[in-house]
Structure formats: structure tokens, C-alpha cells
């Protein structure tokens, strides 16, 4: 039985997607690992996204954007970069994560 093969093309976030999560953490205080355990989401990958080296999935947007509670400019922008067919958001994937609570 032949298995199928997913191509994933990485996908590069714009520039200021990273700085603006960056400066949103730092307004409310809180660091990566904090932000990350809040949203649901690895510590690296918060790390990866901030610096510019992931783009987040839809469902990862939605909940860093909560964690960090951005304004709705900041949220219209991490949206716009977000992908709806990888990571937490691909439609083959069959469950999701619950949000977790800040510790």
C-alpha cells in the first residue's frame, strides 16, 4: 500500500510579524515560556516565531493573539501572515490541543 507523500513548502512570515509578537510579550510582562504554556504552544516554537523563522498555523494565531491579548491592528496582522493549512490548523489533523491556563 503506497502512503502520500505531503509536500510542505515553509513558508517565510514578514518581517515585522516577529518584533510586534516580541514587543506585544514584553508590554504585558510575561516571558516566552509563560506566553507558550498560556497559548498552548511550545516554548521554541513561540521562540521560532518571534524571530522570524516560523509563520503560525490559523488555530496558533488565534491563541497567541489571546495570550498576548493584541489589539485588533495587531491581530488583523498575525492573522493575515497565519496559515490555515499546516500545523495546528491542517485539515487532515483530527484533534486539537485544549488552551491551556497561565501558571
Known sequence: MASKARIRIRRTPPAELGPMLAAARERTGHTQRRVSIAAGL??????LIEGGHRTPSRVAAQR????????EQERAQLYAAAVTDAGLSHPGR??????????
Do not use: I
Open 94 to 103: 483530527s484533534r486539537q490541543t485544549p488552551q491551556a491556563e497561565w501558571v
Open 42 to 47: 511550545g516554548r521554541s516554537y513561540v521562540c
Open 64 to 71: 497567541l493573539a489571546d495570550a498576548l491579548q493584541l489589539t
